[in-house]
């Protein structure tokens, strides 16, 4: 499993937003040599963070980005998910495989014949494992902002 390269821009570009002085606005060619990135990809990534209001974008002479809510409340979740979507990790495309319906018919005859129905929603065993791995990580994820992020930094005096 693996994020986009977008997301690694955008949570990079998040955090150095939320290492801007307060009320200044850090504009999208200084973001984009900052992390080594065409104009055109950055703004295509700051225009979905804009738009799930992450960011907040200022147009004029001291115009750019900055941070439309604070730092503290800016998950890492929050930020995967305006980048990579909101769809599931895992989609079970075998359910009407045999190797499923032998399983569940195998589990039919094991279990008391009286409790099992016919046409019984069954759900796919990959899937359930699969999905609480995605819950353990969105939590994880959610537990962690990007001031949490720079607050660690500072504590440990980061140096490149």
């Known amino acids: 499993m693996q994020f986009s390269k977008s997301t690694g821009y955008a949570l990079h570009a998040i955090i150095h937003l939320a290492r801007a002085e ?38 004029g002479a001291s115009g750019g980005y900055e941070l439309a809510k604070s730092a503290k409340l800016i998950t890492f979740f929050d930020v995967i998910q305006v980048v990579e979507g909101r769809q599931t990790m895992y989609e079970c495309f075998n359910m009407d495989s045999l190797q499923h319906q032998l399983f569940f018919e195998s589990e039919a005859q094991a279990s008391d014949p009286s409790e099992h129905h016919e046409g ?14 995605e819950q353990q990580m969105v939590h994880y994820l959610q537990q962690h902002t990007i001031q949490g992020v720079l ?7 980061c140096t490149k």
Request: proline share 0%; charged share 25%.
């Open 151 to 157: 607050d660690s930094a500072a504590s440990k005096k």
């Open 120 to 133: 019984q929603n069954c759900e796919c065993l990959v899937k359930k494992v699969m999905d609480g791995a």
């Open 22 to 59: 307060r009320g200044h606005h850090v504009g999208i060619k200084e973001l984009a040599a900052l992390l080594g990135v065409s104009e055109s990809y950055l703004s295509k990534i700051m225009s979905k963070l804009r738009q799930d209001g992450i960011v907040r974008a200022m147009t």
